[in-house]
């Protein structure tokens, strides 16, 4: 692998984390916002929203952090080679710092989501 695509992938390597945040939070979103519409109405199709959207949360939750950490390893992984290379030193500290406050960012997300009583 030439230097430069060694490079790009590092790049998106180390960005993977927040993007696995940005999935979750838009899924847990459109979870929240497809429960409220489904449980209005003549007709509800979900009698308990409640219990969907908790349900929802701490699936989405869970997979994500999953995700997460298996990312965060990866970083780490990186740092425990005997190498003398700062670069990966680097990258392997800023994946596995990224890849923390992802998790951070995604709890944040999961507690009101799964917690506070439905807003609809």
């Known amino acids: 692998?030439?230097?430069?695509?060694?490079?790009?992938?590092?790049?998106?390597?180390?960005?993977?984390?927040?993007?696995?945040?940005?999935?979750?939070?838009?899924?847990?979103?459109?979870?929240?916002?497809?429960?409220?519409?489904?449980?209005?109405?003549?007709s509800p199709v979900i009698a308990n929203a409640q219990v969907v959207l908790t349900a929802s949360a701490a699936l989405l939750s869970l997979f994500a952090l999953l995700l997460i950490a298996w990312h965060a390893t990866r970083g780490l992984r990186l740092l425990s080679r005997e190498r003398t290379d700062t670069e990966d030193n680097f990258m392997g500290r800023v994946t596995a710092i990224l890849a923390f406050l992802s998790a951070v960012a995604v709890i944040w997300t999961a507690l009101p989501a799964a917690t506070v009583a439905i807003a609809c």
């Not at 790049?11 to 929240?32: C, D, H, K, R, S």
Request: charged residues 15%; hydrophobic residues 50%; glycine residues 10%.
């Open 1 to 42: 692998m030439d230097k430069r695509s060694r490079h790009v992938w590092e790049f998106v390597a180390t960005l993977l984390g927040p993007a696995i945040y940005l999935g979750f939070f838009g899924l847990i979103y459109l979870a929240n916002a497809l429960t409220c519409a489904l449980s209005r109405g003549n």
